[in-house]
């Protein structure tokens, strides 16, 4: 009987297009699986091709005799392509979507690219007269100037990048000190290795011995072919990333490269010089704000043998590197970590997928662990680790959690609590830094009626619209905009307004009540310019402001010694979120936030404001107590059947036209209830089909359905077969994508 071969054609050379079917030679089915390269007669004249098989099947897709053969397998094809496409194959087959999809997650697409610039910057005066200017900038209190000085007395030339990124130097301060002819900036054509021409001396330190074990366990059970993935669960500031380098350092003796994936773009530079000053520049990174060129370059670098570390968020997971030792994922917590296009992969399943291929090992680092890495730990599949202590002894911060209920009953409607007040009072006068941190964004809240109670939304994403400092609402999905309204478009009330305070209205209150402070602001509208985040981030490291107020981008591990205390505004916003991952996120949100504060030499203080003071996350994450946090979570999850208790897979059904949506999603329906028609209903559930959280998005209708089952593999064959039906129906008005445990 006739097998055949799914084959996409030159996939390196031409845009990933569509899969042909081939006939597999009698003789050949064993040697033909998903991510081998073979030769195949292609187009009119029958061309030979080379080829890569990504799926197998028994039936063909158009009449047998118009199908050619496949002529041979291509034994030059290079390992590293072929185990990235069994890997695509693997994300298909897990989170659905098409192959070509899949494809393009995991293979770079090349580009023509322009060469690039090399900045140097010059000391362009005697090292005398230098001191006597440094003098000058340091009576003046000009950090970055001084320090900008400083460093290149000590060394010149230095990178233009690692001035604006290790340095913390802004643009503007290097143009003023080459307008005073005190340095000189040169340029040279470069290959685009975006840290090349560094020069950061090595700041190993000595590992403790909390350190020493973890690194010395984790390394004999690679030794003796244990692969289980390792979980070093950590407290803020007890050092992982030290062990994340001893571990790698082991790697490259034996020849062997290591991934490190980190959440955000924005940690990506502060990582780099950590690890640069250890392993020099055969280190590099990847991430989505660099240039197609300068992705391309470093694929092309690791594939050619001259990286052992690659740094980066979850795309770097795809580095074509042929000899793995160590995937390392440090805040595995973070939901960056699942992608929200199709395919919808999760980076730390995917490693530990990728990592079987090559007998590697993945490590996973937080301090807030997912419950669903936890619970793995717990039932022997992971090994667990602890770091309990902060490095060099310095202590956990001191908590206090503010009832904002009884705040309210003495009268004071500000949202700073009077504690909070005294405190940020208090830090002002010692000169020591302070960061306040909600979890929202925008001018005020919602805009609503308070007679009816009617919500301003917005006309095409059913969503509350939200208030902005100019008086005008704006959508945050579609960017619709319009008037504040005088009175209530449903009764005509004029009582109508906002609720809650977003970081702009509450720089405005802090900014009035500490008139003298200097205060920067940090949240996805402050940051949308290119370099946004590192120039406030820069700006707070100097000490040019004592106050920095933001949403959750400023608690994900940056190290700023001066903040000694950390307000917590609204600990409970994220509590009321539609998501029943609510009390996770804000625990991990809260004990990150509180990790921010004491990392210098001056012990730290958290301030948690709160209208549900007794809700176990607020009162674990207080106590930097997860443990106490996982156990009554998991009670939770259990009874209701979500992750990580019960897995759970979401249909997502998409359409212009809502009958056809409605159509699709009651077909959908019938075709779950007969698929598991035979299965008791305590194995499984279904939630749905019902409009999704926000119905119509930019005049798309959208439904979703939930299953729930107790087997991940039941949710796959499930996805599988409505794939299939899916495809019997095809109907292309609708579209629809699956999400595995979706966050």
């Not at 793995?376 to 667990?384: E, S």
Request: glycine share 6%; with cysteine.
């Amino acid at each position: 009987m006739d097998t055949y071969a799914s084959v996409i054609v030159d996939i390196t050379h031409s845009k990933l297009d569509r899969p042909f079917q081939y006939r597999i030679p009698h003789g050949m089915e064993e040697q033909i699986h998903p991510g081998v390269r073979v030769v195949v007669p292609f187009g009119n004249g029958n061309r030979t091709q080379i080829g890569y098989v990504i799926g197998i099947d028994a039936k063909p897709a158009i009449a047998p005799e118009r199908i050619k053969e496949i002529l041979s397998i291509d034994a030059s094809g290079t390992a590293i392509e072929s185990e990235l496409i069994r890997l695509a194959f693997w994300i298909r087959e897990q989170y659905g979507g098409t192959m070509n999809q899949a494809l393009r997650t995991v293979l770079p697409v090349k580009r023509k690219t322009q060469a690039k610039e090399m900045r140097y910057v010059f000391l362009n005066v005697a090292q005398d007269e230098a001191a006597e200017v440094l003098s000058v900038f340091q009576k003046k209190h000009q950090t970055a100037r001084a320090r900008l000085l400083q460093a290149l007395m000590e060394q010149s030339p230095v990178p233009y990048e690692a001035v604006t990124g290790k340095l913390h130097v802004t643009a503007s301060v290097i143009r003023t000190l080459e307008e005073q002819g005190l340095l000189r900036i040169t340029s040279e054509r470069a290959y685009r290795n975006p840290f090349s021409g560094i020069s950061v001396e090595d700041t190993s330190i000595a590992l403790n011995p909390d350190q020493e074990r973890i690194v010395s366990e984790i390394s004999q059970r690679r030794k003796m072919h244990d692969h289980a993935p390792s979980l070093i669960f950590g407290v803020t500031g007890s050092g992982k990333t030290e062990v994340y380098m001893a571990l790698i350092e082991e790697a490259i003796a034996e020849g062997k490269q290591s991934i490190v994936l980190i959440p955000e773009i924005a940690l990506t530079y502060q990582t780099l010089i950590r690890f640069y000053a250890r392993f020099g520049d055969r280190v590099s990174v990847l991430h989505s704000k660099m240039s197609a060129g300068e992705r391309f370059d470093q694929y092309e670098r690791a594939k050619n043998g001259e990286l052992d570390v690659m740094i980066g968020p979850r795309s770097a997971l795809f580095t074509p590197f042929s000899n793995i030792g160590y995937i390392i994922i440090d805040e595995e917590h973070e939901s960056s970590y699942k992608s929200e296009g199709v395919p919808r992969y999760h980076a730390c399943d995917t490693a530990i997928e990728r990592a079987k291929m090559h007998s590697a090992n993945v490590v996973l680092g937080s301090a807030t662990p997912s419950l669903s890495s936890y619970l793995k730990t717990q039932q022997g599949k992971w090994h667990l680790y602890t770091l309990p202590d902060r490095v060099s002894g310095r202590p956990m911060p001191h908590v206090e959690i503010i009832d904002l209920r009884s705040e309210l009953r003495t009268g004071n409607r500000s949202v700073l609590s009077r504690r909070l007040r005294e405190q940020i009072h208090d830090r002002l006068e010692k000169k020591e830094q302070i960061m306040l941190f909600l979890n929202r964004r925008g001018y005020a809240g919602f805009v609503s009626c308070r007679s009816c109670g009617e919500v301003i939304k917005c006309s095409h994403c059913d969503v509350s619209m939200t208030l902005h400092r100019d008086k005008r609402l704006y959508c945050h999905y579609c960017g619709d905009a319009m008037d504040l309204p005088k009175v209530c478009p449903k009764c005509g009330s004029p009582y109508i307004g906002t609720f809650r305070a977003g970081t702009q209205q509450i720089e405005s209150i802090v900014q009035k009540e500490f008139p003298n402070a200097r205060i920067l602001r940090m949240d996805a509208d402050s940051t949308r310019k290119k370099d946004g985040y590192e120039s406030i981030l820069s700006a707070f490291a100097n000490r040019e402001a004592d106050i920095l107020i933001g949403t959750q981008m400023i608690v994900k591990g940056h190290d700023f010694p001066g903040v000694t205390l950390v307000g917590i505004l609204a600990a409970d916003l994220s509590l009321h979120v539609p998501d029943y991952r609510a009390s996770e996120r804000t625990f991990q949100l809260l004990t990150q936030a509180s990790g921010r504060a004491g990392r210098g030499e001056i012990p730290g203080e958290v301030i948690i404001q709160t209208y549900q003071p007794e809700h176990y996350s607020i009162l674990t994450a207080a106590d930097q107590d997860y443990v106490s946090f996982y156990q009554q979570e998991m009670i939770y999850r259990k009874l209701l059947h979500y992750p990580p208790a019960w897995e759970m897979l979401l249909i997502h059904i998409d359409s212009e036209n809502e009958s056809a949506a409605d159509q699709m999603a009651s077909y959908l329906d019938a075709q779950i209830n007969d698929y598991y028609k035979e299965e008791s209903k305590r194995s499984w559930q279904k939630i749905g089909p019902s409009n999704a959280g926000i119905a119509k998005i930019e005049d798309i209708y959208r439904k979703v359905i939930y299953i729930k089952h107790n087997h991940a593999d039941a949710l796959t064959g499930l996805k599988s077969f409505l794939e299939e039906k899916i495809e019997i129906r095809n109907d292309p008005n609708v579209s629809i994508q699956f999400d595995r445990n979706p966050m």
